[in-house]
């Protein structure tokens, strides 16, 4: 194969282009955060006043509780095609969030078990170095050792330890009205 000057020269100038283009490109990141909800939701008002507080550019969210959340576009992930959209999309994000996640869940994301979808979209997350959180809709469970909770609570320090953020949805029946009991 035989070149003249001329088009070795304009060959050159194409790649040069395409590496430049490339790098000033760079990434592109969307300001907005995919809302993982794995389950249902139980306070769906709150929950989206919360999120868009949280989430000022916007948010999308997936999985069965999705359709319970005002305001916010939402990503079918009921096919094989669905979920490879909704992964191929996962870089465009600038955060993740789980959102009440079954129990069951959270010791498999600790476990760095991926073979469900909400655990490889969220591993994906932390390995991609998003703005990772799991947002719970009860307050950590104490150290009680022998239980059930002991798990749970390692599994959530383990999650912690990965990178993500864990945080709890205080529901107001809870909070108290600043008085406190005396124990003496």
């Known amino acids: 194969m035989n070149m003249d000057e001329k088009e070795l020269k304009e060959l050159i100038q194409r790649i040069a282009e395409q590496v430049i283009k490339r790098m000033t490109q760079g990434e592109e990141t969307s300001a907005g955060a995919l809302a993982l909800v794995p389950s249902f939701v139980t306070e769906p008002a709150r929950l989206s006043a919360y999120l868009k507080e949280k ?107 990965m990178g993500a953020q864990v945080v709890s949805l205080e529901s107001p029946a809870v909070k108290t009205e600043g008085r406190l009991s005396l124990v003496t």
């Open 55 to 161: 989430y000022a550019d916007g948010f999308t969210a997936i999985g069965e509780g999705a359709a319970a959340l005002q305001a916010c576009k939402t990503l079918s992930v009921q096919t094989q095609q669905d979920k490879q959209r909704c992964m191929a999309s996962l870089k465009g994000f600038a955060g993740v969030t789980l959102i009440f996640p079954p129990l069951y869940l959270l010791k498999n994301i600790a476990d760095g078990d991926d073979r469900g979808f909400f655990e490889q979209v969220f591993l994906r997350s932390l390995l991609w170095n998003k703005s990772v959180s799991v947002l719970l809709d009860f307050e950590r469970p104490g150290f009680k050792r022998g239980t059930y909770f002991e798990g749970l609570s390692d599994a959530l320090h383990a999650i912690e330890n």
